[in-house]
């Protein structure tokens, strides 16, 4: 009786599951070969069917843990907005010229702007408009919301998304220069800036650009004098400034993780191995320690994120930047409450967006969180 497991470890490496190419290697029967390649691809067929709902399962939870934290921050800050002393109308109208208006005509515009119902009442007109991104008028002007923020939103867009642009190239740039001699002058001089600039508040970096840059060295206004309207090439040329002090916080943070994955897996046993085996040094970086070092990165972009649309409002009050971080100052001072609203809703909806994708992008670049997912 002969015994098929010499031919079997012979044709087992053989990558292809096709017939042709079984047969060609081995010699072997049809049976022998629907025997041998049968179980081998239908394996690999459902593990990467079971990866593939793994994914599928991590993107529907995710979408519903998002839908209640949105929930939550919409009612989070109405009720914040609630617990204040007076209402929108008291907030707008000063208070030498309370005396001239009737109760009636107090009570009268107070129904026209909605105050005269129930906190639960309004809450649950807020959540049915912020389902449908409709955000409703404003409280005094009776403007649509979304017309009285298109113009500063789309202005910290463009200041945003330069620094979200430019973080990490600048952090993967300084991140893979250091991790190449850790421990070295290069990486103990940046490792100390970056440290040392993470450590300094948003509103610190601000004031001091404002101080070195434009008092001192006069390189840029101190003050952007420009309307919230201008078309959006003067908005980027005059936004250099506070570009650069948004990105510093951001490179400070991100530089940090990728140079921890850089050492890590420059250190590596399969690394290492590649490495006696004669695989140049750059493509050892490029191709195989850079993507293991995105991972730690990515798992760091929903914070990042949530530091950049915090730094916009702190950077635009330095600057007076005329941006969504000016105007939610000024609809909190007024108690315009569904333009607070609009602006945290998108502003939670761009921090759990950005998490979903770099979670979706850790999954891609790293398979052995795809088969944790799976083993779940």
Known sequence: MWSARPTFTICAPTPSCGRARATKACGSTPEYERLLWQPRCHSAFTNRGQEMYAVLALIVRRLLLSAVILVLVSGTVFVGTEILPGDALDATIPADELMYYSEEDLARMRAELGLDKSAAERFVNVLRGLVTFDFGVTLMTREKVIDSI????????????????????????LGVWAALKPGGRIDGTVSGATLFAYSMPDFVVGNVFVIVFAIWLGLAPAVLMITESAPWYQILAVSVLPVIALTVSGVAYQFRLLRAGM?????????????????????????????AALVPMLNGTAQFVASIISGVVVIEAVFKFPGIGIELIRSISQREVPTVQAITFLAAFAVIASNLLADISILALDPRVRRARNDR
């Open 263 to 291: 050492v890590e897996a420059l250190g590596s046993e399969f690394i290492e191995r590649a490495r006696l085996s004669g695989v140049p040094e750059w493509r050892l970086v490029i191709t195989h320690a850079l993507p």
């Open 150 to 173: 298109i113009h500063p939103l789309l202005n910290s867009l463009i200041m945003a998304s330069v620094a979200i642009v430019l973080t990490p190239l600048v952090s993967v740039v």
